[in-house]
T-cell receptor, first 116, second 115 residues
Framework: EAGVTQFPSHSVIEKGQTVTLRCDPI?????LYWYRRVMGKEIKFLLH????????ESGMPNNRFLAERTGGTYSTLKVQPAELEDSGVYFC??????????????FGEGSRLTVL | GNSVTQMEGPVTLSEEAFLTINCTYT??????LFWYVQYPGEGLQLLLK?????DKGSNKGFEATYRKETTSFHLEKGSVQVSDSAVYFC??????????????FGQGTILTVHP
């Protein structure tokens, strides 16, 4: 079974540009999460999809971030325009409904974003 | 709000040494507690968990006990190996309701084990 895959693994862009990160969850997992780790600090929750619906987006930092999950399969996280403080590692995680109740998430390797 | 505090790293040990990584938490109610591990070049993976007070989670020789009276979930291993070198994250979750999978993480502890 393929794990959670994220693309790109590393992106370097200039301030003001746009970047789109993609996450392919484990097949059959309804729950999809985005997390972010900035500058060696804690990994912080961004948002949660159940299938194609946003269940909780309380962690999204501002309206420069847009997450979508069309068709309830893969998800994208777009940052537009990117700012220096957006640099960090963006993690995607997924779980099936039962696993979601216990907090057991399956994480991707992360997408490292560097904004210059 | 919820928070998790881990001991500052990095931690460097010799093979077969005893490991303790401290973790304390602040949360309302009765959270579930987790240790996740990230090996080099891989994503985070669940190491162990405990869902109620006095539960002990264990896996791969690692153990942690949910101590409600001290709000702690310290990670221990009696004899570490080089292959245990990784970043360890303590986390909590408020299970149920709309909080499914919404984890609050500690800052992570880098462990390096030398032969």
């Amino acid at each position: 079974e393929a794990g959670v895959t994220q693309f790109p693994s590393h992106s370097v862009i200039e301030k003001g540009q746009t970047v789109t990160l993609r996450c392919d969850p484990i097949s059959g997992h309804d729950n999809l999460y985005w997390y972010r780790r900035v500058m060696g600090k804690e990994i912080k929750f961004l948002l949660h999809f159940v299938k194609e619906s946003k269940q909780d987006e309380s962690g999204m930092p501002n309206n420069r971030f847009l997450a979508e999950r069309t068709g309830g399969t893969y998800s994208t996280l777009k940052v537009q325009p990117a700012e220096l403080e957006d640099s960090g590692v963006y993690f995607c995680a997924s779980s099936h409904r039962g696993g979601a109740n216990t907090g057991e998430l399956f994480f991707g390797e992360g997408s490292r974003l560097t904004v210059l | 709000g919820n928070s998790v505090t881990q001991m500052e790293g990095p931690v460097t040990l010799s093979e077969e040494a005893f490991l303790t990584i401290n973790c304390t938490y602040t949360a309302t109610g009765y959270p579930s507690l987790f240790w996740y591990v990230q090996y080099p070049g891989e994503g985070l993976q669940l190491l162990l968990k405990a869902t109620k007070a006095d539960d002990k989670g264990s896996n791969k020789g690692f153990e942690a006990t949910y101590r409600k009276e001290t709000t702690s979930f310290h990670l221990e291993k009696g004899s570490v190996q080089v292959s245990d070198s990784a970043v360890y994250f303590c986390a909590l979750s408020r299970a149920g309701g709309t909080s499914y999978g919404k984890l609050t993480f500690g800052q992570g502890t880098i462990l390096t084990v030398h032969p």
